[in-house]
């Protein structure tokens, strides 16, 4: 037996998973609040005594663990053109387990530089112009950057032709600026694995003790991530397989939050037709997705507002003050849960639902038509995940649901939205508890046990 | 020479690659560094390109006849951008039936065209004048 931890530190729970390597197989599972504000490690230490309990193992050869704890990893984005250097910014950072509070685009101005004050990011990522591109706005942005009264690691992942002087510059200003590959070297091309490995280790190097891990740092071995990025690195896994172990196939997460809807797809995404031309920024093979107005709890009220209050209260049959009540209700009690069946569940059911059908519309790509003197052409933007069968959900919201297949069943491509290139025929998973992210983290040591693991545990609805 | 950068495309629902991949050739040849977004190319990517690329003109195809309508507004649009001083080249089938040249250009040049270019043209002639108009050195 070869007994391993992995350990998520959320925000409001520390999940402790004990994995036995060897057989493989999940031995226990626990989990306490996190106590981020004392110390970190007495959450983590009551979880731990759990697992103790149970198992009886007192020693855990390895400790692996990541983390959304203290805000997650808080991030903005600045780029040129919005669809074009800052999507890929924004791109980067989100793909790098970021939680991306804003995008910026064109020349930077006081009103923006004090929303970055206040705002206090953890690391900058700083773009703009394709490589030989344009210089005037990237410049004239360092300069303003030279003027902030934040400081925080710094990202320059813009035109090379001036990364030195860049780099120097905001260095004379008290800057800790790393380089990294363009973003968007040539137009339209995205490359994003050099500023994201930079951010992971940002992230290991400083965010790490800015948030107050630093102290079980010490106890486990080294690998610290944010937990997307753990989710990511699972949700891969899965999807490719490992060395003879084949994978499932292209996938896609859904994981609704309170306050967000991540999703993430591995899937090429690729037109299935030929008379399809793709249009706008190349898509990443992974990509990641965070939509800040869908959350079944403190975005309640934007979700709702999103698909228009009225739709929600004819759902509910009841008139829109109630349903306006019952937001407020759950936005400033977000710890309940309905067990019992009633309206309150009824509106959360109905919230989970919206969540997985906005965000993933917004995940997908879409076609456009156009009828020209030599007939019908369609011009892709985005993701064809048509083709993807496998659709796994998790999170709260979901995980409550009365009814998780038709909730799942949100993410499918429907007739009301013709052009949307959402999956179709899929088959739905729930992965209960939270699984991926402790699965990432294995697979970094253990990619096979944490294959099978995962395909034994995600349990099919 | 310094590289300068061009935006090359076809613009509107057009989609023809050929003349488009010859534009390139040539341009590239010439020694341009050339950002070609091929064809069904809309006046926004164009101007969006620019911006990022730092490009001095705009080469603009169009040869089923919709160019008129396709190009309107693409020099207010640039001026909006901060793209006051790029150069706007086009040419191609611009209009549909057989309207003279010389009404065409016209046109063209009150549309904000710098340069305009009839069907069959050899690429040489409008490399020639870009390097004029940017006042590069041959």
Redesign the interface.
């Known amino acids: 037996m070869k007994p391993v931890l992995c350990i998520d530190f959320g925000s409001t729970f520390t999940k402790v998973t004990a994995i036995d390597v060897d057989t493989p197989s999940i031995l226990a599972r626990a989990q306490s609040f996190t106590t981020i504000h004392d110390d970190i490690n007495f959450g983590f230490n009551r979880a731990l005594e759990q697992i103790i309990k149970v198992t009886g193992i007192q020693e855990f050869n390895e400790r692996y663990a990541c983390s959304s704890a203290a805000g997650g990893l808080k991030m903005i984005a600045i780029g ?2 919005p ?3 800052a999507e890929a910014a924004k791109r980067a950072a989100l793909s790098a387990g970021a939680k991306v509070l804003e995008t910026f685009s064109f020349e930077l101005n006081e009103y923006e530089i004090k929303k970055i004050e206040r705002i206090k990011p953890d690391i900058i990522l700083f773009t ?3 490589d ?6 990237v410049t004239a942005n360092a300069q303003r950057l030279t003027t902030m009264n934040h400081r925080c690691p710094l990202i320059y992942a813009g035109n090379k032709v001036i990364a030195d002087d860049i780099a120097a510059l905001l260095r004379e200003h008290r800057w800790d600026v790393s380089i990294a590959s363009n973003v ?1 070297p ?2 339209n091309e995205l490359n994003i694995h050099s500023a994201q490995n930079l951010i992971r280790k940002i992230f290991l190097d400083h965010i790490v003790v800015a948030k107050g891990l630093s102290t079980v740092q010490a106890c486990i071995d080294n690998i610290l991530m944010p937990t997307p990025s753990a989710v990511l690195l699972g949700a891969e896994l899965l999807s490719k397989g490992y060395l003879s172990n084949p994978g499932i196939g292209e996938l896609m997460i859904v994981d609704v939050g309170g306050a967000t809807t991540d999703v993430h797809s591995v899937a090429d995404g690729a037109p299935r037709q030929s008379n399809v ?1 793709m ?1 706008g920024l190349a898509e990443p093979l992974i990509k990641r997705t965070v939509e800040g107005d869908l959350g079944a709890r403190y975005s309640l009220d934007a979700l709702i507002q999103g698909v228009g209050i009225d739709v929600v209260a004819d759902v509910l049959k009841v008139p829109p003050e109630v349903v306006k009540q019952m937001c407020d209700d759950l936005t400033n009690h977000p710890e309940q849960f309905m067990e019992e069946p009633g309206l309150m569940k009824t509106l959360d059911d109905v919230a989970a639902e919206i969540a997985i059908r906005e965000s993933v519309t917004r995940h997908a790509g879409f076609l456009e038509v ?5 007939g019908t ?1 369609y ?1 892709q933007t985005g993701k064809d995940l048509s083709m993807v069968h496998h659709v796994i959900g998790t999170g709260g919201p979901l995980i409550h649901h009365s009814n998780i297949k038709s909730a799942l069943k949100a993410s499918q491509y429907d007739l009301k939205q013709p052009m949307s290139l959402k999956p179709s025929n899929s088959r739905f998973y729930l992965d209960q508890n939270y699984i991926l992210a402790a699965m990432g983290l294995l697979s970094i040591n253990y990619p096979k046990a944490a294959l099978q693991l995962l395909k034994e545990n995600l349990k099919e609805v | 020479m310094d590289q300068h950068t061009i935006v090359l495309g076809v613009i509107g629902a057009d989609v023809h690659a050929v003349g488009n991949k010859i534009l390139h050739y040539a341009y590239s040849q010439a020694g341009f560094h050339v950002v070609n977004l091929g064809v069904m190319v809309s006046q926004e990517e164009f101007i969006q390109a620019a911006i990022e690329s730092g490009a001095e003109a705009m080469i603009v195809s169009s040869l089923y006849g919709h160019g008129e309508l396709d190009c309107k507004g693409l020099r207010e649009k640039c001026i909006e951008a901060g793209l006051e001083t790029i150069k706007l080249y086009v040419g191609g089938n611009l209009v549909v039936g057989k309207t003279p040249f010389e009404e065409v250009k016209d046109k063209f040049l009150a549309m904000g065209f710098d340069r305009i270019y009839p069907p069959g043209s050899d690429p040489n002639d409008g490399i020639r004048d870009l390097m004029q108009d940017l006042g590069i050195d041959i």
């Open positions: 040129l053109v669809q074009l250097t703009g112009g394709i030989g591109g344009n210089t005037k706005v968007m040539t137009l031309i249009k156009h009828y020209t003197p030599f052409v011009q």
